[in-house]
């Protein structure tokens, strides 16, 4: 069994499968959140010990699979993801079958969510995108882990809705704007009407994450972006 993150709602069976002689396989960083945790994302609960993986790989670089599992003609991919939806991602190909599990750094119910207390990242949602654009072909079923199947065409919405709510947040943080004016200013109200899901509490979140990612960006001085020796 493999962990795609640390979620309660993707992880709540370890200790049941375990029992049942399931080796369980994750990202190092899935493990560490899971015994360390950061306050958010197992409850802050130190976990069952059977529910721990006890197989475990790191992310190196984009698209290279950890693990590969040979089993019943089937050839099946444990791709280790950067900071995405959280710090210790993994997606799974499936190479027959021409199928990715993408989980959670992609959704079509509700809007994105990094997690960023387990180390999620925004701009690593647009990295992992841009990785299934690469890894996957036109017909390459992709499964998320909330919404419904879909090609990689419909990731680029999703996409751009990312770096436009990312470049409007930036602009209105970089103005000095509260996370409050930011809410109120309902930068999502274009995307309401093709998000499922598009709850109050699911677009303030989205916001708040964004507003948290950008609060590095480059101030704007006299119409220019003023790198910083650091990033
Ligand atoms: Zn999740």
Not at 48 to 56: K, L
Not at 165 to 185: T, W
Not at 187 to 202: C, H, I, N, R, V
Request: aromatic share 8%; hydrophobic share 35%; charged share 25%.
């Amino acid at each position: 069994m493999v962990n795609s993150h640390i979620h309660p709602d993707h992880t709540g069976g370890n200790a049941f499968f375990a029992g049942q002689g399931a080796v369980i396989f994750a990202q190092e960083n899935l493990r560490d959140e899971m015994l360390h945790p950061p306050g958010r994302g197992n409850g802050g609960r130190a976990p069952v010990p059977a529910a721990v993986p006890t197989a475990t790989y790191r992310y190196s670089s984009p698209g290279v699979p950890a693990v590969t599992i040979h089993m019943d003609g089937e050839t099946v991919d444990f791709i280790p993801m950067m900071p995405s939806h959280t710090a210790g991602d993994t997606i799974v190909r499936f190479r027959n079958a021409n199928a990715i599990y993408i989980e959670d750094f992609y959704r079509n119910f509700g809007y994105p969510f990094a997690d960023q207390a387990n180390g999620g990242s925004i701009k690593g949602m647009i990295q992992a995108v841009d990785l299934i654009e690469k890894l996957g072909g036109p017909d390459t079923t992709l499964v998320p882990g909330h919404g419904t199947l879909v090609r990689k065409k419909d990731l680029l919405g999703y996409r751009a809705m990312l770096v436009d709510i990312l470049a409007k947040v930036g602009k209105l943080r970089g103005q000095g704007k509260s996370l409050d004016e930011v809410l109120a200013a309902n930068l999502t109200a274009p995307y309401d009407a093709t998000t499922e899901g598009d709850t109050k509490q699911s677009k303030d979140r989205f916001i708040t994450e964004v507003y948290e990612e950008v609060k590095d960006f480059p101030p704007v001085v006299n119409g220019e972006r003023k790198m910083p020796g650091r990033r």
